[in-house]
Every structure is written in structure tokens, then in C-alpha cells.
Antibody
Framework: EVQLLESGGGLVQPGGSLRLSCAAS????????MSWVRQAPGKGLEWFSY????????HYADSVRGRFTISRDNSKDTLFLQMSSLRAEDTAIYYC??????????????WGQGTLVTVSS | IQMTQSPSTLSASVGDRVTITCRAS??????LAWYQQRPGKAPKLLIY??SRESGVPSRFRGSGSGTEFTLTISSLQPDDSATYFC?????????FGGGTKVEIK
């Protein structure tokens, strides 16, 4: 059974930093692209970061480019998100998702349960 | 690419046929997915590339290509009360529709 378990969320002050992790199990992690998607309270879904299976290709939404960095450690089946210069509008549930990318079958096949990030003073 | 969903909410009875529309601001061929999100839960993939994900009930059907797409629930069930999102994966930046909340009368 595929499982994605996010961790690292919490309360952080504006301008602060936070690192999220997503531990994967039940799949050959190194074979799959991964993404981060977030959802502000009561709002819709926003994709904002993608990394290819081996980590050689990354993409970001304009809303986070230059502030967030996606990475992965395939030896530990773990996806990371380093967030800096956090703003109130970054407050959201952060989901890691298996898949993403563009082209045939590039859907978000499976999602973790999410971790809440709250940016507030 | 902007994704526009309609309606934003709908209320229907058990057994009704329900249709949700998603329009793309430019052609995305058939690179479109539909997700179901129940309150407090993570989204779940229903449809991609116009095909049902494994394990998804046959009452869910996705259709369309180019810029206009529909998700049809052929006979609404109580378990289908949720918010539904479309998402394009034709090009980065990947984008979602605003969501359609389906309520059971």
C-alpha cells in the first residue's frame, strides 16, 4: 500500500523558514516524479512545486519561486520542501503528491494527508 | 493556463445525474484530471486522460478534449458529497479549477 507521510508543519513567524518532509513507502520512490500542492484554509488547490524522479528537473509556481526549494533523497525515500521568507499567504495545508509533470498520465496519482503550515506573528 | 469550473456549488438528490464543467483558457488536448476531496481529507484521483482511475466506481465518467471537459456522475450517491477539482497537466504551471461543491438534498 502506498503511503506518503508529511511532517514538519507548524507555526512560524512572517519572514521565517520551515522544512517539510514527505516519507514515502509502498512504492519504488526513485521511479516517480513528486510534487507539492497546498490548500489555504477554505480555499482551492494550488500546485507550486515539482521534481523529477532523479531530481534533475524542478519547476515552481511564480508564487514561491526564489523562496521555496524542492529536493529529494531517493536513498531515504523522502521528499523535502525548504521554505524561506514565509508570508501570511503561505498559510495552508501542504500536501505531497506522487506524480505531476506534463503530458500523458502526468496526474497526481496519490496524495499524503497533509501538514498544516501557519505563518503568523 | 486558467481553469474555470462551473457551477461552484450544486445540490442534487440521490440517483440524480450530475454534470460538472471545466474550461481551459487554451487547448490542453486531454491532459486533464478530476479529483474528489471530502471534508478534512486529501484529494483523491478519479479520472485522468479521460479514463477512470483503478477502483473508481463506474458512475464517474470524464469526457472532453481541447478546452471543454465534463465530469458526470450518472447516479449520485450519498458518498459522493464532496468537492471536485479539475486540473490540467498540459504545461507548467500546473493549474486547478476553483472546485465544485456537491451537496446531497
Amino acid at each position: 500500500e502506498v503511503q506518503l507521510l508529511e511532517s514538519g508543519g507548524g507555526l512560524v513567524q512572517p519572514g521565517g523558514s520551515l522544512r517539510l518532509s514527505c516519507a514515502a513507502s509502498g512504492l519504488t520512490f526513485s521511479r516517480y516524479a513528486m510534487s507539492w500542492v497546498r490548500q489555504a484554509p477554505g480555499k482551492g488547490l494550488e500546485w507550486f512545486s515539482y521534481i523529477s524522479d532523479e531530481g534533475g528537473s524542478t519547476h515552481y509556481a511564480d508564487s514561491v519561486r526564489g523562496r521555496f526549494t524542492i529536493s529529494r533523497d531517493n536513498s531515504k525515500d523522502t521528499l523535502f520542501l525548504q521554505m524561506s521568507s514565509l508570508r501570511a499567504e503561505d498559510t495552508a495545508i501542504y500536501y505531497c503528491a506522487k506524480g505531476g509533470g506534463v503530458g500523458a498520465a502526468a496526474r497526481f496519482e496519490f496524495w499524503g494527508q497533509g501538514t498544516l503550515v501557519t505563518v503568523s506573528s | 493556463i486558467q481553469m474555470t469550473q462551473s457551477p461552484s456549488t450544486l445540490s442534487a438528490s440521490v440517483g440524480d445525474r450530475v454534470t460538472i464543467t471545466c474550461r481551459a483558457s487554451q487547448s490542453i488536448t486531454n491532459y486533464l484530471a478530476w479529483y474528489q476531496q471530502r471534508p478534512g481529507k486529501a484529494p483523491k484521483l478519479l479520472i485522468y486522460d479521460a479514463s477512470r482511475e483503478s477502483g473508481v466506481p463506474s458512475r464517474f465518467r470524464g469526457s472532453g478534449s481541447g478546452t471543454e471537459f465534463t465530469l458526470t456522475i450518472s447516479s449520485l450517491q450519498p458518498d459522493d458529497s464532496a468537492t471536485y477539482f479539475c486540473q490540467q497537466y498540459s504545461s507548467f504551471s500546473l493549474t486547478f479549477g476553483g472546485g465544485t461543491k456537491v451537496e446531497i438534498k
